[in-house]
């Protein structure tokens, strides 16, 4: 339901379900956390969604937990639900702010899903245009040999990725 444009304003609006959905990233089902993450990625596309969702308390910082999560669809759909909030610069410097984002982030460049390294990386990109950000990514020892790896090992259909039309510019 949160694909649809009109419903996920809807939703949006609704305070409760959206301290609902971020109450649910810790429930001990993976099930929930995934679809709860899945959720929050699904409404995060909606830009006023993204400043209710960055706003919640604990959002930010619960995402950021899945990171590490030994569910990959788990860390797949916290990965895209940071990258969509991303886009905001108010909550990109939230996301930057929350102490283990970045690290987990650079980290998640080289997990076994190539959807998960992808949007790492598209998470990066989007953090990286606030200046205290891109300090951050770019003092990360591994950040920057990380992300020419993942641009080495990038498979065709992965060209579409916003880190390889970053560094390959028309």
């Known amino acids: ?9 809807t939703i949006g609006n609704e305070p409760a379900a959206i301290t609902r959905l971020v109450s649910l990233l810790e429930d001990q089902d993976a099930n929930v956390r995934v679809n709860a993450a899945g959720a929050l990625e699904s409404l995060a596309r909606n830009d006023a969604n993204i400043v209710t969702i960055g706003n919640e308390p604990t959002a930010i910082t619960r995402l950021v937990n899945l990171l590490e999560d030994q569910n990959e669809r ?31 982030l650079v980290n998640l460049l080289e997990d076994q899903n190539a959807n998960v390294r992808i949007n790492a990386a598209g998470a990066l990109e989007s953090l990286a245009r606030n200046d205290a950000n891109l300090v951050t990514i770019s003092n990360k020892p591994t950040a920057i040999t990380r992300l020419v790896h993942l641009l080495e090992d990038t498979k065709e259909r992965e060209r579409d990725n916003p880190l390889y039309s970053l560094t390959n510019p028309p």
């Open 74 to 104: 788990v860390r797949k759909n916290a990965v895209y639900a940071l990258r969509n909030l991303a886009r905001n610069d108010a909550i990109a410097a939230t996301i930057g702010n929350e102490p283990a984002a970045i690290t987990r």
């Open 1 to 9: 339901l949160a694909r649809n444009d009109a419903i996920a304003a």
